[in-house]
């Protein structure tokens, strides 16, 4: 078995005010993505893709009742996708998920004119964003 590299993130917890809502957005997104539940219990889901995890839980420590991007703490992640149509293709379908598109105005390029992706948001205030990474000497 290889190990993973030194540094290279092991895992993200994430509490989400409403479970069934971030099972819809996130748990759609992280299936679409490639991931699969490796944990489930009545408060959360935990998603393993390589040697990588993320959690999804709904701890009755939680002191707000939607996330904000905005203040200390995380503003979003972001996860590689195989090439800009996959990032159209996965817009148009995240819409059916609880998904919004931010920055529809500069889309897919509200992060530089060399780097297309797009950023969503759900419900309770979490961001993605989706990148494609393109070969060098393409827009």
């Not at 490796?38 to 701890?59: A, K, N």
């Not at 529809?104 to 992060?111: M, N, Q, R, V």
Request: a negative charge; aromatic letters at 8%; zero cysteines.
């Amino acid at each position: 078995m290889n190990r993973p590299t030194h540094g290279a993130l092991h895992h993200v917890e994430i509490w989400v005010p409403d479970l069934d809502r971030a099972l819809a957005s996130l748990g759609w997104l992280l299936r679409t993505l490639g991931y699969t539940v490796s944990q489930s219990w009545e408060t959360g889901r935990s998603w393993r893709l390589g040697p990588t995890y993320l959690v999804l839980e709904r701890s009755p420590a939680l002191t707000a009742d939607r996330h904000d991007r905005r203040r200390p703490g995380l503003n979003h992640l972001a996860f590689h996708v195989e090439d800009a149509a996959t990032v159209e293709e996965l817009v148009t379908e995240a819409a059916r998920h609880g998904w919004s598109l931010m920055f529809p105005a500069t889309h897919p390029h509200a992060g530089g004119e060399h780097h297309y992706a797009a950023y969503l948001e759900d419900a309770d205030g979490f961001e993605v964003e989706l990148v494609a990474i393109t070969p060098p000497g393409q827009p």
